[in-house]
């Protein structure tokens, strides 16, 4: 293991079986996240600064999406070495769970859907009690957006339009609660009104949907759920 250069202090905001989302704060620079040199077993699956708004800087600092595959990986664990484009920090974390404002959920939920792919699928559940407020305020944003989707047939059909990338998943949001499914297949369709049809793995039970986000290549967008047309 190679000795970190800096230490840093780490806040647990969230902590599953098998993902952690941990804030540290940003100290003379901001230092990019990379990944995680050790322990091995954890993976950096996504990142994002907050504390910077405008001209604006308080408590700059970065919240980091940690996941394993091993179930008992975050057990007992003290700190982690991160890689950055400024060299090593070594995080030593608090083991008192830190409250964060709804500000910063809004933008770990942000990171998490544009970072949203595939693999990042069955860690979705695990990461809903603490980004959940977050979907909301960016669904909520998509009631002044362009985009509009609505069901299809089958009902694992999905069309949309006004997107201007090519989505890997998709969250679709239901009184039951939120639900997120990774696509297979998304292709072009021109009829009355020219839209991307989105065919989900798995049928989303997502009856009466009022909202959806489509992520994919590190973007996303969402979309207000409309009647089929």
């Excluded at 559940?125 to 009631?143: Q, W």
């Excluded at 997502?206 to 759920?225: E, F, K, P, Q, T």
Aim: contains cysteine; proline residues 6%.
């Amino acid at each position: 293991m190679q000795v970190p250069d800096i230490s840093i202090p780490g806040s647990i905001i969230h902590l599953d079986n098998q993902v952690a989302i941990v804030q540290i704060p940003m100290i003379g620079s901001c230092a990019i996240p990379l990944k995680i040199r050790y322990p091995k077993s954890i993976d950096l699956f996504a990142w994002s600064f907050t504390g910077f708004s405008g001209r604006n800087i308080a408590d700059p600092s970065c919240i980091l999406f940690l996941a394993t595959q091993e179930r008992d990986a975050f057990s007992n664990l003290s700190s982690v070495s991160l890689l950055t484009h400024a060299g090593d920090r070594q995080i030593i974390l608090n083991p008192i769970f830190a409250s964060v404002s709804i500000d910063k959920i809004y933008i770990a939920a942000m990171a998490f859907v544009s970072a949203l792919e595939t693999k990042n699928v069955p860690r979705f559940d695990a990461l809903m009690p603490i980004i959940k407020p977050g979907l909301d305020v960016i669904l909520a944003k998509a009631e002044t957006g362009d985009s509009d989707i609505r069901r299809g047939d089958p009902a694992d059909t999905w069309l949309v339009n006004n997107i201007d990338f090519i989505p890997d998943c998709m969250i679709v949001r239901s009184p039951a609660g939120y639900a997120c499914s990774s696509l297979s297949a998304v292709r072009f369709q021109a009829s009355r009104q020219a839209a991307v049809a989105l065919t989900t793995a798995i049928t989303l039970n997502a009856h009466c949907a009022d909202g959806a986000i489509l992520s994919g290549n590190g973007r996303y967008v969402a979309a207000r759920v409309i009647e089929a047309m």
